[in-house]
Every structure is written in structure tokens, then in C-alpha cells.
């Protein structure tokens, strides 16, 4: 008889979800649904401290399992519990516990959901799972500081005087500077992102919005080249992307405007 103080998560521990995922496509995606349904039968106020355990407990590694796309599918279906799901990712990346790489998981599975492999997976959810996910990573993606010590040739052969020489000849050079650790996550979002998506309902999702307000939240310059630099693109879409710089620089004049 299993115990009354068992928890939702416990009954996963030896479950499929952190398998490999199938090979077969539609037996993958039916256990997504499956456990996807699952964890929206347990969204009460527990539920962000259960699913940060689960993430926990998984990241980081570089094996691919079900649990990975079930993250992605479940924040596509239920955005408004898209925080409980990013907040211990983001919290591994920003105290360096998880080292992001778009390639592996989780990052890869929520790139991937930006971007479907299907025309018909675009809709008004998706749109919305979309402005959620850059939502919060730019919420959070606040300047860090970090100090760099350049240490003389004498202080680095001679370490048992480090601590009474710094003043004189230790650290040559002090500099605070600031990097976004979110900014590639984001980047590599929005360069997956379809510029502009016509739904089934006919309705026209543009996201010039989402790049725009990146932009001027993160004031990330690197990351806004990297998105305006895309050297492989074609001459109808540089052409595209210049006409949306303009609209960017407009909406960003507003952003500014409405912050004053």
C-alpha cells in the first residue's frame, strides 16, 4: 500500500520519462502527451518546488531523455506555469552549475519548440508559449559583474606573499564587467523563430515585438550584431531584416517613451 505522504514526483523516480526517448516518432510524441497531461494534474502551489527537484536532480548532462521535450511540450500547453519550469534552469546557468549549449538538453528541446518542424504546429498556444518563454529569460537576464584580477609575473611564482603584496604589485589590473548570462539562450531563440507566421485563424503573428523588446531590455550589443549580422541569409531577407530594424527602432523609441 503505498504511503499516504507520497509524493506526485516520487511515483517518476524508475519511470520512462527519464529514458532515452523512443525512436518512433508517434510512440514519442504519445508519451509526451501522456506525462504532459500528468504533470497538469499536479499544478497546485507545490508544483514549482516538485518540478525544480526534477530539474534538479536531471541537469546538467548531455543525454538525451523524455523528460527533456516533456519540459518544452508542458510550458507550450501550460505558459502560465512557465516560470516554475525556467526559474531552476535559469538559477543552474546564472551560478554556474549548468554551462549553456544549444545543442543539449534542456536548451535544445525549447529551441526546437520555437521553431516546429511542421507548419501546422503554429498556432495562437504556440504564439503565446513563445512570448512566455522570452518573457521570462529576458525578465531575468540582469547584468552580472564579475571582477578580473591580472596578476604581475612576481605575485604568480611567489603565491605565499600573494595576500601582503596585493596593494603593491598584485593585481594590475581590476576591471568590472558585466555580461547577460541568458543573452545566447535568447539569441539563439530568436534566430530559430520564424520572422513572421500566418496562423490557421488568419491571423498574422508577427515577431518584430519580441526582438524589439529583447533588445531593449537586455541592452546586450553583442547579442543584437549577432542577430542583425546573419551572413547566411539571403538578399530578400536582409531585405527584411532592415526594414524590421526600422520598425525595431521605433518600438524601442516607444519602450523608451512609456519608461520615462
Not at 508542458?74 to 505558459?79: A, E, G, N, Q, T
Not at 498574422?204 to 529583447?214: D, P, R
Request: with cysteine; proline share 5%.
Amino acid at each position: 500500500m503505498a504511503s499516504s505522504c507520497e509524493r506526485w514526483i516520487d511515483s517518476l523516480q524508475f519511470s520512462s520519462l527519464f529514458w532515452s526517448p523512443p525512436q518512433d516518432a508517434q510512440q514519442r510524441k504519445d508519451q509526451i502527451t501522456a506525462y504532459v497531461e500528468y504533470f497538469g494534474q499536479f499544478t497546485s502551489e507545490q508544483f514549482p518546488e516538485d518540478i525544480a527537484e526534477l530539474i534538479r536532480n536531471c541537469y546538467p548532462s548531455k543525454e538525451l531523455r523524455l523528460f527533456d521535450d516533456v519540459l518544452a511540450i508542458f510550458v507550450l500547453h501550460h505558459p502560465e506555469h512557465g516560470h516554475a519550469v525556467f526559474l531552476p534552469i535559469i538559477s543552474c546557468i546564472i551560478d554556474g552549475t549548468q554551462e549553456y549549449d544549444r545543442s543539449i538538453p534542456p536548451f535544445a528541446s525549447f529551441i526546437s519548440l520555437v521553431c516546429p518542424s511542421s507548419e501546422n504546429e503554429y498556432s495562437e498556444q504556440w504564439a503565446l508559449a513563445c512570448g512566455e518563454i522570452l518573457r521570462i529569460l529576458t525578465h531575468y537576464n540582469r547584468p552580472i559583474y564579475k571582477v578580473d584580477h591580472q596578476h604581475s609575473e612576481a605575485d604568480r611564482s611567489d603565491s605565499g606573499s600573494l595576500a601582503t603584496s596585493n596593494s603593491a604589485n598584485g593585481d594590475v589590473q581590476q576591471e568590472r564587467k558585466p555580461f547577460r548570462p541568458l543573452s545566447p539562450w535568447i539569441t539563439d531563440i530568436l534566430l530559430a523563430a520564424p520572422l513572421e507566421i500566418e496562423a490557421s485563424v488568419g491571423s498574422s503573428y508577427n515577431l518584430i515585438e519580441f526582438h524589439a523588446i529583447f533588445m531593449f531590455v537586455s541592452q546586450d550589443e553583442n547579442s543584437v550584431k549577432n542577430l542583425m549580422a546573419l551572413s547566411y541569409c539571403t538578399e530578400e531577407e536582409k531585405l527584411t531584416w532592415n526594414r524590421q530594424c526600422k520598425c525595431i527602432t521605433v518600438y524601442i523609441n516607444a519602450l523608451v517613451f512609456a519608461t520615462c
